[in-house]
């Protein structure tokens, strides 16, 4: 096989490009004809969260039609922005967010899950994780009410942090209430945790190999045409081109990517990312380039990726290793980029450096 790591040429044409987020990963599918068994590749995709999402999958007889399929990944992606968007003034959640303080709204179950997991991130992280920043990405010009992307003062910083606080968030039955004008943001979690609902669709509908994504969240089960596993290329962090960093081989597992190296601005020759530490109020400004977390959850994949990334190389290295969880660093050095790997990761992911 050629040179993974160029992408010109035959070589691009050898690699499956599925998708580009912003953090960047690769595909490696297999060909697209049968294994002479009356077996095929399915490959189904579209537009969803302001990107796209795409499912390969081996069809034999028996399944339902592709069409079926495709009704069936729309309909789970068009329940999780009606509920979870920051970007539509009438979903459960902007609703919720519309609404003072000391208030309460009758929540979806999705909505309640999603806010128990921030909850659980947010007290490993010692609140550094938080749902609740999107009137700090608006402020800082990187959320949906964002008007310019700049440095805020301190007052206006000051004032802001006072409404965000997975603190100010309780559940009460099927209600999500709060005690603060907070505003929750669903971005880290949102696309991992549709990926689960996919993957858990197709499985009930007998389809047992398979890798899907949404917006570069993915989840993979199962072998390819030719019995191979499915293997992810990971991306060198680096805005001139695209090169392989690593290749991984997944089987009933999640995959997730977080990375502060395309969203973000500059000013005063200081760079900010759009990915932000709730106890400062402010980017983060570590080392870590990007963090690739492998978990049985996609959704849990999601949210530990941004986690760790927000930690740091140190503090985010000390746990993965702590909760034993598959975590790929890439960090920045002087002489470029170096990586490191968890235990868990090299234990989970089958993969090889390249």
């Known amino acids: 096989m050629a040179d993974p790591g160029d992408f010109s040429g035959t070589a691009w044409e050898a690699w499956d490009l599925l998708s580009w987020r912003l953090i960047g990963i690769v595909v490696l599918a297999g060909v697209l004809s049968g294994c002479g068994n009356g077996n095929s590749?399915?490959?189904?995709?579209?537009?969803?969260?302001?990107?796209?999402?795409?499912?390969?999958?081996?069809?034999?007889?028996?399944?339902?039609?592709?069409a079926v399929v495709r009704a069936e990944v729309e309909t789970i992606l068009a329940d999780v922005d009606r509920q979870l968007s920051t970007y539509r003034s009438d979903s459960d959640i902007e609703r919720f967010n519309q609404l003072p303080a000391n208030a309460c709204r009758k929540m979806p179950s999705s909505v309640l899950e999603l806010v128990r997991v921030g909850e659980q991130l947010s007290s490993q992280s010692d609140g550094s994780f938080d749902l609740t920043v999107e009137p700090l990405l608006n402020l800082w010009g990187f959320g949906p009410q964002a008007r310019e992307e700049k440095v805020p003062t301190e007052q206006a910083l000051a004032e802001v942090r006072?409404?965000?606080?997975?603190?100010?968030?309780?559940?009460?039955?099927?209600?999500?209430?709060?005690?603060?004008?907070?505003e929750v943001d669903f971005n880290s979690i949102a696309a991992g945790y549709a990926v689960d609902k996919i993957a858990v669709k197709l499985e009930a509908m007998g389809i047992h190999n398979y890798l899907a994504e949404a917006t570069g969240e993915l989840k993979a089960a199962g072998r390819k045409l030719d019995g191979s596993p499915w293997r992810i290329a990971l991306e060198e962090p680096r805005d001139d081109q695209q090169v392989a960093e690593r290749i991984v081989a997944i089987d009933g597992y999640g995959l997730s990517t977080s990375g502060d190296y395309r969203n973000y601005f500059v000013q005063g020759g200081q760079r900010f990312s759009h990915t932000f530490d709730a106890r400062t109020g402010?980017?983060?400004?570590?080392?870590?380039?990007?963090?690739?977390?492998?978990?049985?959850?996609?959704?849990?994949?999601d949210g530990l990726s941004t986690l760790l990334l927000i930690l740091g190389p140190e503090r985010g290295w000390d746990y993965a290793e702590k909760h034993d969880i598959g975590a790929f660093?890439?960090?920045?050095?002087?002489?470029?980029?170096?990586?490191?790997?968890?235990?868990?990761?090299?234990?989970?992911?089958?993969?090889?450096a390249e």
């Open 282 to 301: 402010a980017p983060i400004s570590n080392a870590l380039a990007s963090v690739t977390v492998i978990h049985p959850s996609a959704l849990m994949a």
């Open 162 to 182: 006072r409404r965000v606080g997975h603190r100010h968030l309780r559940i009460e039955g099927d209600d999500l209430c709060k005690d603060a004008a907070v």
């Open 329 to 352: 660093f890439v960090i920045r050095a002087d002489t470029g980029f170096v990586t490191r790997t968890s235990h868990a990761f090299d234990r989970l992911s089958g993969g090889q």
């Open 41 to 66: 590749l399915e490959i189904l995709g579209g537009p969803t969260m302001g990107s796209t999402w795409s499912i390969k999958y081996i069809r034999h007889a028996g399944l339902p039609a592709p």
